[in-house]
């Protein structure tokens, strides 16, 4: 084994876990050797997560386990994610992420959101048990173009189908694209509920938002030409 998949090794079973030391020792350790922060935190962190969610999933963890091991990956990534490279805040676009209403499982939506940040977003982060109303609210307050919604609760899934709802409601559908995500999420679900997106992981969730907001954005530019070309044949006229 050479020594960077030694040290992803470390950072995945520090987080397993629950060692915040050894999860920060690691971190540390992953820059020492070469090991890009990105990389670090989707080989390491964020891999030992997905061992710990198996580990809750089968009854072998439960509540205490699963905080333990959160507070560990938020030591590492405090390490990793200063170093890595960031766009101007906004620049690429704005995202409202938040757990739906009725859950409380945030773990998941902060890797999201970590990885969201890192790659140059500005993200909203509304929290846990966020209300329908304060999705629509805050995606028109903060002119956004995507928002991320996860849950990990089956009941709570229906909280999605309402925001989508909404949307739709107030004629925002196609203008605020959606993403969602979380241990009872699927894609047969996503086409079910009418969002637009489904990531099955943070890496994923990345390149998703990145396809809506671009999406978002030449909509946008083509409902101006069209404006545009509107008024000039008014004028003809």
Do not use: C
């Not at 960031?86 to 998941?108: A, C």
């Not at 173009?145 to 229906?158: D, G, N």
């Amino acid at each position: 084994m050479s020594a960077k998949e030694e040290v992803l090794r470390k950072l995945v079973q520090a987080v397993v876990d629950g060692n915040l030391e050894l999860s920060e020792q690691a971190a540390r350790e992953a820059v020492s050797v070469g090991i890009e922060p990105y990389k670090a935190i989707i080989e390491g962190l964020s891999k030992g997560m997905e061992v710990v969610g198996e580990k809750y999933d089968s009854k072998e963890y439960f509540l205490p386990e699963l905080l333990m091991s959160g507070d560990a990956m938020y030591a590492g990534l405090n390490v990793l994610l200063p170093l890595i490279p960031k766009r101007e805040s906004g620049e690429k676009g704005t995202v409202i992420l938040g757990v739906v209403e009725g859950d409380i499982h945030d773990i998941g939506k902060n890797i999201v959101k970590a990885m969201l940040t890192a790659s140059g977003y500005k993200v909203i982060d509304l929290g846990k048990d966020v209300p329908v109303d304060e999705f629509i609210r805050r995606a028109k307050e903060e002119r956004a173009q995507v928002i991320a919604m996860s849950t990990l609760m089956t009941p709570t899934l229906l909280s999605i189908q309402t925001v989508e709802e909404k949307l739709k409601a107030e004629g925002l559908k196609g203008k605020v694209r959606t993403i969602i995500g979380g241990g009872s999420v699927s894609d047969s679900w996503r086409e079910r509920s009418g969002s637009d997106a489904y990531g099955k992981d943070a890496m994923e969730a990345v390149s998703k938002v990145k396809l809506l907001i671009e999406s978002v954005k030449a909509a946008a530019l083509e409902l101006k030409a069209s404006e545009e070309q509107r008024k000039k044949e008014e004028k003809r006229t």
